[in-house]
């Protein structure tokens, strides 16, 4: 994790741009790796409970037949420990060693900079005491980015934080690991000047003769030591990684092979969103691991060393927004994930902040309340054994993970209750020589509880839900027995990021589904159509690249783009599009989707074709149109889809294909993801290049663009 104030990646820079496209889904989504689109949760019709027992209407099936050792822990990182900021963990001490955390992580940005206070001896000697307080083993980041003093560190700065550990304080830290997300340091932003980056054209080679230099000077001050990282931000996808030629240039030198992760900003941050994010996060271990197989280091552990829903501030609230039972419930799964996965540790960021990120396990000091996330840690460090079994069963918008306890005499299970319904379940544990007594119990719409189903005698149960999270409450018991479904509603949010409701967009039929007749130019900007039906063109670009040019195609009937990304391509996007000018939204609702005749060269760019409505839209950027609730276009954005035109045309063979777009298949958008098409206002192209990548060159036509 970055800077908690000014933090250059992970905070919207882009709000001079023109409907610009934010960059970190965009390049997860383009890259196959973050499905951030919409999905349906199960939302039904409120009631009072009847006390009347009722039919269970879902089952889940624990296998105890066959077990494993579990393999992963929980962990948490030492943030905000700097006085500067306020401070936020002293005080924390018997909060978070409640939570069994079997890993300190004394790390990120603010340690590798030494910003925006030192982490000198004193400090160090601080966050020890932490981590012995709470019950946890230390892990200590040595710096790359600048030592106390604010010079460029070295190995030999890394070698006497070893020497001040093991040697003079005789602390015996057995985990190290060597700076914070390099994959960033080439735009991050430096220290004596913010606009820069921290590192200019940093490399995978550059951080393995670091760590190369760095390892033998730690090691030549104690070999026993393990080396934990390379803790990437997020290059470690096909098309973006640094994993791969990390590992091939100094994979020898990590005894555990971690990474971070957060899967979306704080305006795609939705319920739906956080929902279905354990299936794209079980297909992103798939992916890491594939990678880490293919280096030949398949048999080192694995593990995530920060994450979190986002990683930028929250300035307001959506259903799975950090501070939620949206959140509570990722985490929940995440976890669940993870130990499934035999990850060696997961480690939440982080321990204490204001409410203005609230990444946090708990809030600002002296109070420090505990955050839904803490009580998603709870019930695991309660409710979880050291034996894995397995769940053969559980109803749809269930996810349930289970474990023996330590003295293998009762069933622990964890269940995650994503629908805003209430649903009664039974549970039923197979594989033992004798079966226990099945257990019932009536989960809350939103929930998280823990099961306990000892061998011999009744079972037990305890719950977290908003209505806890609303009361200041904890994890509460759970009666048994199966009670009618009744609707928790969705979650109360002391922040939200509504549109104004009362807001409609005056909307408008066209008279014909086409968009670019009747092309002119006047300047730099082409019109198609006539009043007051006409479309006129924009182009934009990432920082660091020039926007594309777009002409009017022989004919007036469409428009021929050309972009090329110069290297080093960091930001990677480009495009053009077409904005309705009139003063109303199209109503597109009779239409499924944008079509249009493609022809010409992608070369090694990928396309992506979105159309912008009102919902995503600014008031400043479409004024008396746009509903957008935020002000800048970095967090209203348009709904897109990648689109793979023919090999033959993309190679520049010649001819031309007719593309279709449909409006279901556009997603990612924000606020909202997927797009209303009764409030269109633009049809926009979209190149990306591979970050860290040589850059790629496109040029091509977009003819008789239209609605179908």
Request: glycine letters at 10%; hydrophobic letters at 35%.
């Given at each position: 994790?970055?800077?908690?104030?000014?933090?250059?990646?992970?905070?919207?820079?882009?709000?001079?741009?023109?409907?610009?496209?934010?960059?970190?889904?965009?390049?997860?989504?383009?890259?196959?790796?973050?499905?951030?689109?919409?999905?349906?949760?199960?939302?039904?019709?409120?009631?009072?409970?009847?006390?009347?027992?009722?039919?269970?209407?879902?089952?889940?099936?624990?296998?105890?037949?066959?077990?494993?050792?579990?393999?992963?822990?929980?962990?948490?990182?030492?943030?905000?420990?700097?006085?500067?900021?306020?401070?936020?963990?002293?005080?924390?001490?018997?909060?978070?060693?409640?939570?069994?955390?079997?890993?300190?992580?004394?790390?990120?940005?603010?340690?590798?900079?030494?910003?925006?206070?030192?982490?000198?001896?004193?400090?160090?000697?601080?966050?020890?005491?932490?981590?012995?307080?709470?019950?946890?083993?230390?892990?200590?980041?040595?710096?790359?980015?600048a030592d106390i003093n604010g010079s460029p560190p070295t190995a030999a700065?890394?070698?006497?934080?070893?020497?001040?550990?093991?040697?003079?304080?005789?602390?015996?830290?057995?985990?190290?690991?060597?700076?914070?997300?390099?994959?960033?340091?080439?735009?991050?932003?430096?220290?004596?000047?913010?606009?820069?980056?921290?590192?200019?054209?940093?490399?995978?080679?550059?951080?393995?003769?670091?760590?190369?230099?760095?390892?033998?000077?730690?090691?030549?001050?104690?070999?026993?030591?393990?080396?934990?990282?390379?803790?990437?931000?997020?290059?470690?996808?096909?098309?973006?990684?640094?994993?791969?030629?990390?590992?091939?240039?100094?994979?020898?030198?990590?005894?555990?092979?971690?990474?971070?992760?957060?899967?979306?900003?704080?305006?795609?941050?939705?319920?739906?969103?956080?929902?279905?994010?354990?299936?794209?996060?079980?297909?992103?271990?798939?992916?890491?691991?594939?990678?880490?197989?293919?280096?030949?280091?398949?048999?080192?552990?694995?593990?995530?060393?920060?994450?979190?829903?986002?990683?930028?501030?929250?300035?307001?609230?959506?259903?799975?927004?950090?501070?939620?039972?949206?959140?509570?419930?990722?985490?929940?799964?995440?976890?669940?994930?993870?130990?499934?996965?035999?990850?060696?540790?997961?480690?939440?960021?982080?321990?204490?902040?204001?409410?203005?990120?609230?990444?946090?396990?708990?809030?600002?000091?002296?109070?420090?309340?505990?955050?839904?996330?803490?009580?998603?840690?709870?019930?695991?460090?309660?409710?979880?054994?050291?034996?894995?079994?397995?769940?053969?069963?559980?109803?749809?918008?269930?996810?349930?993970?289970?474990?023996?306890?330590?003295?293998?005499?009762?069933?622990?299970?964890?269940?995650v209750n994503w629908s805003s319904l209430s649903t009664p379940l039974a549970?039923?544990?197979?594989?033992?020589?004798?079966?226990?007594?099945?257990?019932?119990?009536?989960?809350?719409?939103?929930?998280?509880?823990?099961?306990?189903?000892?061998?011999?005698?009744?079972?037990?149960?305890?719950?977290?839900?908003?209505?806890?999270?609303?009361?200041?409450?904890?994890?509460?018991?759970?009666?048994?027995?199966?009670?009618?479904?009744?609707?928790?509603?969705?979650?109360?949010?002391?922040?939200?990021?509504?549109?104004?409701?009362?807001?409609?967009?005056?909307?408008?039929?066209?008279?014909?589904?086409?968009?670019?007749?009747?092309?002119?130019?006047?300047?730099?900007?082409?019109?198609?159509?006539?009043?007051?039906?006409?479309?006129?063109?924009?182009?934009?670009?990432?920082?660091?690249?020039?926007?594309?040019?777009?002409?009017?195609?022989?004919?007036?009937?469409?428009?021929?783009?050309?972009?090329?990304?110069?290297?080093?391509?960091?930001?990677?996007?480009?495009?053009?599009?077409?904005?309705?000018?009139?003063?109303?939204?199209?109503?597109?609702?009779?239409?499924?989707?944008?079509?249009?005749?493609?022809?010409?060269?992608?070369?090694?760019?990928?396309?992506?074709?979105?159309?912008?409505?009102?919902?995503?839209?600014?008031?400043?950027?479409?004024?008396?149109?746009?509903?957008?609730?935020?002000?800048?276009?970095?967090?209203?954005?348009?709904?897109?889809?990648?689109?793979?035109?023919?090999?033959?045309?993309?190679?520049?063979?010649?001819?031309?294909?007719?593309?279709?777009?449909?409006?279901?298949?556009?997603?990612?958008?924000?606020?909202?993801?997927?797009?209303?098409?009764?409030?269109?206002?633009?049809?926009?192209?979209?190149?990306?290049?591979?970050?860290?990548?040589?850059?790629?060159?496109?040029?091509?036509?977009?003819?008789?663009?239209?609605?179908?």
């Amino acid at each position: 994790m970055t800077k908690p104030v000014v933090d250059r990646r992970r905070t919207g820079m882009l709000g001079t741009l023109v409907r610009t496209i934010a960059i970190c889904c965009r390049l997860l989504l383009f890259a196959g790796f973050a499905d951030c689109s919409s999905q349906t949760l199960s939302h039904g019709d409120g009631g009072g409970a009847d006390a009347t027992p009722q039919p269970v209407t879902g089952t889940i099936v624990v296998s105890a037949a066959s077990s494993r050792p579990r393999s992963t822990t929980w962990s948490v990182n030492y943030w905000n420990w700097m006085p500067s900021y306020g401070d936020d963990v002293k005080g924390t001490e018997a909060a978070i060693a409640a939570l069994k955390p079997a890993l300190l992580r004394v790390g990120g940005y603010n340690n590798d900079a030494n910003s925006a206070d030192p982490f000198d001896d004193a400090q160090f000697d601080r966050a020890v005491a932490y981590a012995r307080a709470i019950g946890a083993e230390p892990l200590i980041q040595v710096p790359l980015l600048a030592d106390i003093n604010g010079s460029p560190p070295t190995a030999a700065t890394a070698a006497a934080m070893v020497t001040y550990a093991n040697v003079t304080k005789g602390y015996g830290i057995k985990y190290f690991s060597i700076g914070n997300e390099p994959d960033l340091y080439a735009t991050q932003g430096s220290l004596s000047d913010p606009t820069q980056p921290a590192i200019p054209n940093y490399k995978p080679s550059d951080y393995c003769a670091s760590v190369r230099s760095y390892v033998m000077a730690m090691k030549a001050v104690d070999a026993t030591i393990k080396i934990v990282g390379p803790d990437l931000s997020w290059h470690y996808i096909v098309g973006n990684d640094w994993l791969t030629p990390i590992l091939q240039g100094c994979g020898d030198l990590f005894d555990v092979v971690a990474i971070h992760r957060y899967p979306f900003n704080s305006k795609q941050a939705t319920l739906d969103a956080a929902s279905t994010d354990s299936t794209t996060f079980a297909t992103f271990l798939t992916s890491v691991r594939s990678l880490v197989q293919a280096t030949g280091y398949g048999g080192k552990p694995l593990a995530i060393t920060e994450m979190n829903i986002v990683y930028d501030s929250t300035a307001c609230q959506l259903g799975g927004s950090p501070g939620t039972i949206g959140s509570a419930l990722w985490l929940a799964d995440v976890l669940g994930i993870s130990i499934d996965n035999d990850l060696w540790t997961s480690a939440v960021w982080d321990i204490g902040d204001n409410d203005l990120f609230a990444f946090g396990l708990a809030g600002t000091a002296p109070l420090h309340t505990p955050r839904p996330e803490y009580y998603a840690y709870q019930l695991y460090a309660d409710h979880f054994g050291p034996t894995l079994v397995d769940v053969t069963q559980s109803p749809t918008n269930i996810r349930a993970y289970a474990s023996r306890n330590q003295a293998d005499n009762a069933t622990d299970v964890i269940i995650v209750n994503w629908s805003s319904l209430s649903t009664p379940l039974a549970l039923q544990v197979t594989g033992l020589a004798t079966p226990p007594s099945p257990a019932t119990y009536t989960v809350a719409g939103l929930s998280i509880s823990a099961v306990e189903i000892p061998d011999n005698g009744a079972a037990a149960a305890w719950t977290y839900s908003d209505e806890q999270h609303q009361a200041g409450q904890g994890p509460v018991p759970l009666a048994s027995g199966a009670t009618a479904a009744t609707d928790a509603g969705l979650p109360k949010l002391t922040n939200g990021c509504s549109a104004d409701a009362s807001f409609v967009c005056p909307r408008v039929e066209l008279p014909s589904p086409s968009i670019t007749t009747m092309g002119t130019t006047s300047g730099s900007t082409l019109s198609f159509g006539a009043a007051p039906y006409r479309w006129q063109s924009y182009t934009y670009g990432s920082n660091g690249q020039t926007a594309p040019t777009a002409t009017v195609t022989p004919g007036g009937n469409g428009i021929a783009i050309a972009g090329t990304f110069v290297p080093p391509v960091s930001q990677n996007w480009m495009g053009a599009g077409l904005d309705f000018n009139g003063s109303s939204c199209i109503d597109g609702s009779k239409y499924t989707g944008v079509k249009f005749d493609f022809s010409g060269d992608l070369g090694d760019c990928i396309l992506a074709v979105g159309a912008n409505f009102s919902g995503d839209s600014t008031s400043t950027d479409a004024p008396n149109r746009g509903s957008c609730p935020f002000a800048s276009d970095s967090n209203c954005y348009p709904p897109m889809a990648v689109v793979n035109p023919p090999t033959a045309f993309d190679a520049g063979a010649g001819g031309s294909a007719t593309l279709k777009v449909p409006f279901a298949s556009m997603g990612s958008g924000s606020p909202t993801t997927t797009i209303d098409s009764s409030t269109i206002l633009t049809v926009q192209w979209q190149l990306n290049a591979r970050s860290g990548g040589p850059g790629c060159s496109a040029s091509f036509t977009v003819d008789n663009v239209a609605f179908y």
